[in-house]
C-alpha cells in the first residue's frame, strides 16, 4: 500500500516536471523569434541594362529607354520647365541602385536646383522620354540632334535603330503619305481656311499647315500629319521657347515674314523669332511640334506641363484652362 502510493507519487512528479519542461521551451522559443530580426527589405533597382534596337542600353526600373543630353555639361542638368516635360530626369533617392551586370563605378548622382537627385552615368545626367510608350521603345533617339539613348558603359549612342537603316526611303514615304490623308482632298472642303489649296496650281509646295482628325478633335498639323501645339507662355503672339525647350517642341518655320500661300490670313500670321527665323502663328499662338509625338495624329503633349495644348484650325488651343 505504501509502495502503490511512492509510484504514484513519483509518476505525478515525474509528469509536472514534464510540463514544466514543455512551457520552459515554449517560452523560449517565443523569446527567440521576438528577438530575430525583421526580413531584410529587397532594394528598387533604379537603373538597368536592357536590349533595344540600339542594343544594350540602360533602361529605368519599368523597363524604359534612359538618355542623355549633349546640352548637360559636367554632370550637370540644364533641362528644366518644359525642357523636363518632355524628358523627365531620372530622380532617385540617396540609397540608389545598379540592377545586376551593371558597373556601379559609372553611375553617380547630381543635385538639380530643385534639391532632388538625379541619377548620372558616366557624365551624363539621365533621362526619360514623354514619347516612348513601352519598354524598347527608342522614340528619343538623336531628337534635335542632342538627345540620345546611352549604352551600359555610360556611353552616348548615335547610331539611329536598325530598324530604321534597313527601312531607307520607306521612311520618308510614309509619313507624307499619312500627311495627306490627315489634310485630305484640298478641294473637297471649301469653307476650310486651313486646308484650302489652289487646284490649279502646278508644282505647288505642300501647304505649311492642314487640318487633321485626332483624338481632342480637329487639329492643326503640318506637311507631315504631325499636330501642331501653342505655348501659354508665349504671350502676346512672341515665341519664349528655345535652345533645350525648342529640341523638345521645335518651332514651325516658315520661309519667310510672309504667310504662306493656301493659308487663311485671317487665322495665321508669321513672326520673327531671335534667331532671325520666322515662325508661323494660328490666332495668338506661335505653333510647334512635339519631339515625342511619333507618329500623325498623336497629340502626346497635350496638356504638359498645363501650358501645352492643341491648336485648334481656328487658332484656339483645344482645352487650355484659361481663355485668350
Known amino acids: 500500500m505504501k509502495m502503490r502510493a511512492l509510484t504514484g507519487g513519483i509518476a505525478i512528479s515525474l ?11 515554449d517560452d523560449t522559443a517565443n523569446q527567440i523569434d521576438t528577438l530575430a530580426p525583421p526580413p531584410a527589405e529587397i532594394a528598387s533597382i533604379d537603373v538597368k541594362s536592357g536590349s533595344s534596337p540600339l542594343g544594350d542600353i540602360l533602361i529605368g526600373p519599368e523597363g524604359l529607354t534612359l538618355y542623355a543630353f549633349t546640352n548637360d555639361i559636367e554632370a550637370t542638368s540644364t533641362c528644366y520647365g518644359t525642357c523636363a516635360d518632355a524628358w523627365p530626369p531620372v530622380i532617385v533617392d540617396l540609397d540608389w541602385t545598379a540592377g545586376p551586370g551593371l558597373d556601379f563605378g559609372i553611375f553617380a548622382t547630381t543635385l538639380r536646383e530643385d534639391g532632388q537627385l538625379q541619377l548620372v552615368a558616366g557624365p551624363w545626367p539621365l533621362y526619360y522620354f514623354a514619347g516612348d510608350g513601352a519598354p524598347g521603345d527608342v522614340n528619343g533617339q538623336g531628337s534635335g540632334d542632342v538627345w540620345f539613348a546611352v549604352d551600359t558603359a555610360g556611353r552616348l549612342i548615335t547610331d539611329t535603330p536598325a530598324a530604321d537603316r534597313d527601312a531607307g526611303s520607306d521612311l520618308t514615304a510614309e509619313p507624307e503619305a499619312a500627311a495627306g490623308e490627315a489634310a485630305g482632298d484640298p478641294g473637297s ?38 499636330t501642331l501645339y501653342g505655348f501659354l507662355d508665349d504671350t502676346d503672339g512672341t515665341p519664349t521657347c528655345s535652345e533645350a525647350c525648342a529640341d523638345a517642341w521645335p518651332p514651325v518655320i516658315v520661309d519667310g515674314p510672309e504667310v504662306p500661300d493656301g493659308l487663311d490670313p485671317a487665322v495665321f500670321s508669321v513672326v520673327e523669332r531671335a534667331d532671325g527665323s520666322y515662325q508661323l502663328v494660328a490666332g495668338a499662338w506661335p505653333l510647334y511640334t512635339f519631339a515625342g509625338d ?16 492643341v491648336a485648334a484650325p481656328d487658332g484656339k488651343l483645344l482645352g487650355a484652362s484659361r481663355d485668350y
Open 15 to 25: 509528469l509536472l516536471a514534464a510540463c514544466a519542461g514543455t512551457s520552459t521551451s
Open 294 to 309: 511619333g507618329a500623325p495624329g498623336d497629340v502626346n503633349g497635350q496638356g504638359s506641363g498645363d501650358v501645352w495644348f
Open 189 to 226: 472642303d471649301e469653307d476650310d481656311a486651313n486646308a484650302n489649296a489652289d487646284d490649279g496650281a502646278q508644282g505647288a509646295a505642300p501647304l505649311q499647315v492642314a487640318v487633321a482628325t485626332t483624338s481632342l478633335g480637329e487639329a492643326l498639323v503640318d506637311a507631315d500629319g504631325r
